[in-house]
């Protein structure tokens, strides 16, 4: 993998947050009271936030130590997103509630990473 200086890390890691962003946005926004979302919005997402992974989350290149958390921030928000997909189309085996709890509880976590790129990157770069 390709050491990035900074400005270019940062540019290309706010792009990729930005995206992720606007994956949980019209998540949040669409899901139905008992957690569900239409078949074609949930493809449609999913399918977003793999090319996002495939396109860009997997060429961002290594940072710098001092920005290596946002990296390794940007791959968990991704792969927390990867687990609320999980929940929406359900698992065989797995009951109702138990699939509810564990989807609000991965759709927690991603708001916690929501809008968080601007507040991290400034704690990190501004010692």
């Keep these: ?15 990729v947050w930005l ?6 946005s019209e998540l949040i926004n669409s899901l139905t ?9 949930l493809k449609r997402l999913e399918a ?6 495939d396109r860009a989350i997997q060429k961002l290149g290594r940072p710098s130590p001092q920005l290596s958390m946002v990296d390794r921030m940007i791959d968990q928000y991704s792969s927390v997103l990867a687990g609320v ?5 359900g698992k065989n ?14 759709l927690e976590i991603a708001q ?8 991290l990157t400034k704690l990190l770069l501004d010692r």
């Design 1 to 15: 993998m390709v050491e990035e200086d900074d400005n270019s890390f940062i540019s290309k890691a706010e792009r």
């Design 19 to 24: 995206e992720l962003d606007s994956i949980y």
């Design 33 to 41: 009271k008992d957690l569900r979302l239409p078949d074609k919005k």
């Design 48 to 53: 977003s936030l793999y090319e996002i992974e």
């Design 85 to 89: 997909f999980t929940w929406l189309k």
């Design 93 to 106: 085996g797995v009951p109702e509630v138990r699939r509810r709890r564990w989807l609000s509880q991965d």
């Design 112 to 119: 916690g990473f929501y809008r968080a790129y601007y507040p």
